[in-house]
């Protein structure tokens, strides 16, 4: 029975999940150690997760429970957003457990199903559990069979919920995806099928709808008649690491143009929701999928880059053809510019330039509108010879928050108009710092509330969206550009054509 003294809308009381498991397939991985585990710290030390609520670590069999341990400890210490408590640690791991066991072993899988059991009575867990696949996309299939031959996916056997958290890539082609939903939704009910897409639980991609639907200042410009062109950049100044296997079979179109940026174009593209439900909310931006639309030549309407040796932040670096592991006849790309069109009432004749690349002078992420000039200005040419395009700019990463541009007269006896800058920073403005993407996102799935991860249908959508750009590419070697340059001449070539340039990022 719920607190008869609280109400849907009483804010005061934080969200927390009812008692419940993690089982985190792939526990001892990148993800895991980088992400997941410091996120379950953080949700701990905050008090957002339930009494009894235990984490089941599932990874290869030589790893023990100690070795387990001290992994989880060493991760969670080095990557705490939040102080760190020795008391809070010593509460949440007294609750750990770890399986030992391999993808294709019935054995191993058995011991995991007998496990919960024992959960189910121990910690008053009632049956529900979460099972997050931080493991290979090639394993995904394994271990789906593996859940459903054990009835652990199985919601009426477990006598509570079971979910499952499946990361991208989803799927490596519209075909690969189709297959992969199928599969997941024989296995699951589709509405506890949750793929992760972490862009979407950083704070300042969830304000792209704050600001739009919870201000009148902006919506009433954000359509053809007052948008010249949207720019949306993912630039990193890593290399690929140590993902060459996976880096080179994907690229940058598949492993970042398909789910990150395609899902802000969706955000900043949707019509507003009739509410924030997230049937609502979803339904939204599968419109703007659908409404894609690719270069009428995509030859020219897109450009390819590989990166070559050069220098970021003044220091060396290798050229992709010389990464480990990397053949020396790799054509895959590190970067990738496309011009996308939305073919629909709001954004009819709309640029949106959209961007992603690796080895960039710096790592930056954000979201560009920029306004048209205004129809007439009664200045002297020379007074406005610095006045640019008003802008309304959406800095995801690093430095989040919101900058203005817009003109402003010089202070003197001349009218010199140029461009100046209100900067929002979430870091000056709230004296709470915001929690990491997948801290949200867990506690999401654990509460079951579905509206930040994108279902079937809009990645299927996103899919038909790449498949055409890489049918086209096939066989084109990319254009070359230094490490630590922008991406290749064409990119910028791309929008000079169109009497546009890239904002400096």
Same mark, same amino acid.
């Given at each position: 029975m719920g607190n008869p003294l609280r109400t849907a809308q009483d804010r005061r009381l934080p969200r927390i999940p009812e008692p419940c498991a993690l089982v985190i397939f792939g526990v001892t991985g990148d993800l895991s150690r980088k992400k997941l585990i410091p996120a379950v710290y953080d949700l701990a030390n905050r008090g957002l997760l339930p009494?009894?609520?235990?984490?089941? *670590?599932?990874? $290869?069999?030589?790893?023990? #429970?100690?070795? !387990?341990?001290?992994?989880?400890?060493? @991760?969670?210490?080095?990557?705490?957003?939040?102080?760190?408590?020795?008391?809070?640690?010593?509460?949440?791991?007294s609750q750990f457990q770890f399986v030992p066991g391999s993808f294709?072993?019935?054995?191993?899988?058995?011991?995991?199903?007998?496990?919960?059991d024992q959960l189910?009575?121990?910690?008053?867990?009632?049956?529900?559990?979460a099972f997050y696949f931080s493991i290979p996309?090639?394993?995904?299939?394994?271990?789906?069979?593996?859940?459903?031959?054990?009835?652990?996916?199985?919601?009426?056997?477990? *006598?509570?919920? $079971?979910?499952?958290?499946? #990361?991208?890539? !989803?799927?490596?082609?519209?075909?690969? @995806?189709i297959a992969l939903n199928q599969l997941v939704d024989e296995v699951f009910?589709?509405?506890?099928?949750?793929?992760?897409?972490?862009?979407?639980?950083?704070e300042t991609v969830q304000n792209i709808l704050a600001l739009r639907f919870a201000n009148s200042l902006f919506e009433p410009v954000w359509n053809s008649k007052y948008v010249d062109s949207v720019q949306i950049t993912m630039a990193e100044d890593v290399g690929i690491g140590t993902r060459a296997a996976f880096y080179d079979a994907s690229g940058a179109a598949r492993d970042v143009l398909q789910n990150h940026l395609l899902q802000l174009l969706?955000?900043?593209?949707?019509?507003?929701?009739?509410?924030?439900?997230?049937?609502?909310?979803?339904?939204?931006?599968?419109?703007?999928?659908?409404a894609i639309s690719l270069p009428a030549d995509i030859a020219s309407g897109s450009v390819r880059g590989q990166y070559l040796p050069g220098w970021v932040a003044g220091e060396r670096a290798v050229g992709y053809l010389e990464e480990k592991n990397i053949p020396a006849d790799s054509t895959t790309e590190t970067y990738v510019a496309v011009r996308l069109g939305i073919q629909n009432r709001r954004w009819a004749g709309v640029p949106f330039y959209v961007r992603v690349g690796k080895r960039m002078p710096r790592r930056v992420t954000e979201i560009a509108i920029l306004f048209k000039r205004a129809p007439h200005l009664p200045f002297d040419?020379?007074?406005?010879?610095?006045?640019?395009?008003?802008?309304?700019?959406?800095?995801?990463?690093?430095?989040?928050?919101?900058?203005l541009k817009f003109g402003s007269k010089v202070p003197g006896t001349a009218m010199e108009v140029r461009d100046i800058a209100m900067d929002f920073q979430y870091g000056e403005a709230f004296t709470e710092s915001s929690p990491e993407a997948y801290e949200r996102l867990v506690l999401d799935v654990l509460i079951g509330d579905r509206t930040l991860f994108p279902d079937a249908a809009e990645v299927e959508q996103?899919?038909?969206?790449?498949?055409?750009?890489?049918?086209?590419?096939?066989?084109?070697?990319?254009?070359?550009?230094?490490?630590?340059?922008?991406?290749?001449?064409?990119?910028?070539?791309?929008?000079?054509?169109?009497g546009r340039a890239w904002r400096r990022a």
């Amino acid at each position: 029975m719920g607190n008869p003294l609280r109400t849907a809308q009483d804010r005061r009381l934080p969200r927390i999940p009812e008692p419940c498991a993690l089982v985190i397939f792939g526990v001892t991985g990148d993800l895991s150690r980088k992400k997941l585990i410091p996120a379950v710290y953080d949700l701990a030390n905050r008090g957002l997760l339930p009494p009894g609520f235990v984490v089941v *670590g599932f990874a $290869r069999a030589d790893w023990g #429970e100690g070795d !387990f341990e001290t992994l989880a400890y060493n @991760a969670a210490k080095k990557g705490a957003r939040t102080p760190w408590r020795e008391d809070v640690w010593r509460q949440l791991s007294s609750q750990f457990q770890f399986v030992p066991g391999s993808f294709d072993d019935d054995a191993d899988f058995d011991k995991l199903s007998e496990t919960l059991d024992q959960l189910r009575e121990r910690n008053g867990i009632q049956g529900n559990t979460a099972f997050y696949f931080s493991i290979p996309p090639a394993a995904f299939p394994l271990v789906l069979n593996q859940l459903n031959r054990t009835g652990l996916a199985d919601n009426a056997k477990s *006598g509570g919920w $079971r979910r499952v958290v499946v #990361e991208k890539p !989803f799927g490596n082609d519209l075909e690969t @995806a189709i297959a992969l939903n199928q599969l997941v939704d024989e296995v699951f009910n589709p509405d506890d099928v949750y793929r992760i897409d972490h862009y979407l639980g950083k704070e300042t991609v969830q304000n792209i709808l704050a600001l739009r639907f919870a201000n009148s200042l902006f919506e009433p410009v954000w359509n053809s008649k007052y948008v010249d062109s949207v720019q949306i950049t993912m630039a990193e100044d890593v290399g690929i690491g140590t993902r060459a296997a996976f880096y080179d079979a994907s690229g940058a179109a598949r492993d970042v143009l398909q789910n990150h940026l395609l899902q802000l174009l969706a955000m900043v593209g949707m019509e507003e929701p009739t509410s924030f439900d997230p049937l609502e909310v979803r339904a939204e931006k599968l419109k703007v999928l659908k409404a894609i639309s690719l270069p009428a030549d995509i030859a020219s309407g897109s450009v390819r880059g590989q990166y070559l040796p050069g220098w970021v932040a003044g220091e060396r670096a290798v050229g992709y053809l010389e990464e480990k592991n990397i053949p020396a006849d790799s054509t895959t790309e590190t970067y990738v510019a496309v011009r996308l069109g939305i073919q629909n009432r709001r954004w009819a004749g709309v640029p949106f330039y959209v961007r992603v690349g690796k080895r960039m002078p710096r790592r930056v992420t954000e979201i560009a509108i920029l306004f048209k000039r205004a129809p007439h200005l009664p200045f002297d040419p020379a007074d406005v010879e610095m006045l640019g395009h008003n802008q309304l700019v959406v800095r995801v990463q690093p430095d989040e928050g919101v900058v203005l541009k817009f003109g402003s007269k010089v202070p003197g006896t001349a009218m010199e108009v140029r461009d100046i800058a209100m900067d929002f920073q979430y870091g000056e403005a709230f004296t709470e710092s915001s929690p990491e993407a997948y801290e949200r996102l867990v506690l999401d799935v654990l509460i079951g509330d579905r509206t930040l991860f994108p279902d079937a249908a809009e990645v299927e959508q996103s899919w038909r969206v790449i498949d055409p750009l890489e049918a086209a590419w096939a066989g084109v070697k990319p254009e070359p550009y230094r490490s630590g340059e922008w991406g290749p001449r064409a990119a910028d070539e791309l929008l000079e054509r169109e009497g546009r340039a890239w904002r400096r990022a």
